[in-house]
């Protein structure tokens, strides 16, 4: 079993800023990838950012000039700075990451999630 945990999530006025972390444990072999999703109130849940292991990066166009993504390999651990928030950026933000299980297994894990809230 892997289990992610996110941090840092919070209540913010538009035009501040955030950093989410999330730390991965548990029985991993390595980890492929990890990424951020969102979930609006009411709406579907939306790709944020996603990093590789080699450190390759994907953006939602919404965000790319106002979020980063980086990973601490050593950790398990990835962050999403977040500048210049807007009210349409508040969701419930989610860790996710694509890990190789010891047995050689590729599975996707979730974490619980944090809330953003974005006061205009």
């Known amino acids: 079993q892997v289990q992610l945990v996110e ?7 538009a035009g501040g800023s955030l950093r989410l972390s999330c730390a991965a444990s548990g029985s991993i072999a390595s980890i492929n990838t990890m990424a951020w999703y969102r979930q609006p109130p009411g709406k579907q849940r939306e790709l944020v950012a996603r990093i590789t292991s080699t450190g390759d990066t994907i953006y939602q166009d919404s965000v790319k000039s106002r979020f980063t993504i980086s990973n601490d390999k050593l950790k398990n651990t990835v962050y999403l700075q977040m500048n210049s928030l807007k009210p349409e950026d508040t969701a419930v933000y989610y860790c996710n990451a694509v890990v190789t299980l010891p047995y050689g297994g590729v ?14």
């Open 107 to 120: 599975v996707n894990f979730w974490g619980q999630g944090t809330q953003v809230i974005v006061s205009s």
């Open 7 to 13: 941090s840092g999530g919070g209540l913010v006025q």
